[in-house]
């Protein structure tokens, strides 16, 4: 029987360190510096012809909500990113939607040097989405407000980051 030889494992096949990682994230989050955040787009509608069951018959209201990095893009040379941020929420009454609100904020962060875009890409993830988070919150209390549909406000968010 002969023995094959172990593979032999590439040093960028190892698994990272999360020591190491853990210190290039921290790194990153000293030099980032917030250049602006701005509304890019926007979708809200009510549908008035979904009827919304009378105070006392029950809620079968299901509000819904969410939020995703859609686009990121870093420029090395700029040592800046741009990360697009969709939020949604929709509130549906049996199976009809009743309201929907999508809002897309476009993040730009610059000041890195020397960090991985792995990990600015990290830190997108975990600062610029919560970061829109509270711009998107006002912004459906505006259009709630506007449109009269007495909703609760959305809820406070914990954002645990992912390092």
Known sequence: MSKKPAKEMAVSDAPPDPE???RKYN???RQANLVTILLSKIDFKVNRDV???????GNSSVPSY???LVKFQYNDEAKAFIASVAWTVEIKVGRQTYAKCLAHYDVIYNGFSDVD?????LFAENVARPATYTYFRALFASLDWSSELRLPPLPVIKFHPKV
Do not use: L, T, W, Y
Not at 51 to 57: L, N
Not at 117 to 121: D, F, K, L, N, P
């Open 117 to 121: 875009e792995e990990i600015v890409e």
């Open 66 to 68: 969410g939020g995703k």
């Open 27 to 29: 790194r990153a989050v």
């Open 20 to 22: 190491e990682r853990r």
């Open 51 to 57: 009827k919304r069951p009378a105070k006392g018959e």
